[in-house]
């Protein structure tokens, strides 16, 4: 494996739905990108989400810098969360 493609640790999320939507954004920009540990959180119960057990977004090592961008680009301009409208 080239270093190019080693696999690193770009973000560990605060949660699956934040991760998702990371990964989602990489994928969308052609990068290629995978979420580990998904299920951690679900797997040990009530734990806190922590540095061991939160979601990691991983990219090729090649792909680190532009990652990277996307991501400061995503944490500085979170999607808007709605409201369920009141019947």
Known sequence: MSDAETPVVLYRAKDLIEAETIHAALV???LTARVEGEYLGTA???IPLGATT???I???HGDLAAAKEILHEFLSHPPVEFEEPES
């Open 44 to 46: 040990l119960g009530d």
């Open 54 to 56: 939160a979601p990691r």
């Open 58 to 60: 991983v990219v090729r």
């Open 28 to 30: 969308d920009a052609g």
